[in-house]
Antibody, heavy 116, light 110 residues
Framework: QVQLVESGGGVVQPGRSLRLSCAVS????????MHWVRQAPGKGLEWVAI????????YYGDSVKGRFAISRDNSKNTLYLQMNSLRPEDTAVYYC?????????WGQGTLVTVSS | NFMLTQPHSVSESPGKTVTISCTRS????????VQWYQQRPGSSPTTVIY?????PSGVPDRFSGSIDSSSNSASLTISGLKTEDEADYYC?????????FGGGTKLTVL
């Protein structure tokens, strides 16, 4: 069955960096685009970034553009999110998701807390 | 960029039918598919409708989706409400370089 497992979350100080990972199994990773979506505590879903199946195309939400970078390693079936210059408002559960125009499978999420 | 606007909350009784709307601010609702996600408390979202009106396997046919070009909106309809349907529901659509979520609707089944 399709599985997506995020890791790498934790507590980080404002201005610092963090890298999230999403290990996938149960489908042919190399054939699908992948998303990062986040959810601040008590708030709704916010789309963060997307990467094409081959890594050649990336798009970002306005709130993270220029600070976050999405990437993938198809040999390791793993998606990444490099988060730089973190701000308190980046505090959220970060989900990875399979798909291109939309998400058809979601991970369980990893919590990132940006606080001094 | 466009926005998707949903009602903050709706409530209905078990066995009844409820409809949640999702209005697109600019551009045609029919130009890009709309999806609907269910998120129960403490859980990850799951997809209940994709491509306007398609149900993933395992989603009961009590869930249906539609679009209305006259109001530039999409709708999620849940019939025969069950207490297990109580959750937050999010619509989502896209354009070339952007994916957009609605603000979410809290469904209470009481």
């Amino acid at each position: 069955q399709v599985q997506l497992v995020e890791s790498g979350g934790g507590v980080v100080q404002p201005g610092r960096s963090l890298r999230l990972s999403c290990a996938v199994s149960g489908f042919s990773f190399i054939n699908y685009g992948m998303h990062w979506v986040r959810q601040a505590p008590g708030k709704g879903l916010e789309w963060v970034a997307i990467i094409s199946y081959d890594g050649s195309t990336e798009y970002y939400g306005d709130s993270v553009k220029g600070r976050f970078a999405i990437s993938r390693d198809n040999s390791k079936n793993t998606l990444y999110l490099q988060m730089n210059s973190l701000r308190p408002e980046d505090t959220a559960v970060y989900y990875c998701g399979k798909g291109w125009k939309y998400v058809d499978y979601w991970g369980q999420g990893t919590l990132v807390t940006v606080s001094s | 960029n466009f926005m998707l606007t949903q009602p903050h909350s709706v409530s209905e009784s078990p066995g009844k039918t409820v409809t949640i709307s999702c209005t697109r601010s600019s551009g045609s609702i029919a130009s890009n598919y709309v999806q609907w996600y269910q998120q129960r408390p403490g859980s990850s979202p799951t997809t209940v409708i994709y491509e306007d009106n398609q149900r993933p396997s395992g989603v009961p046919d009590r869930f249906s989706g539609s679009i209305d070009s006259s109001s530039n909106s999409a709708s999620l309809t849940i019939s025969g409400l069950k207490t297990e349907d109580e959750a937050d529901y999010y619509c989502q659509s896209f354009d070339i370089n952007n994916r957009v979520f609605g603000g979410g609707t809290k469904l209470t089944v009481l």
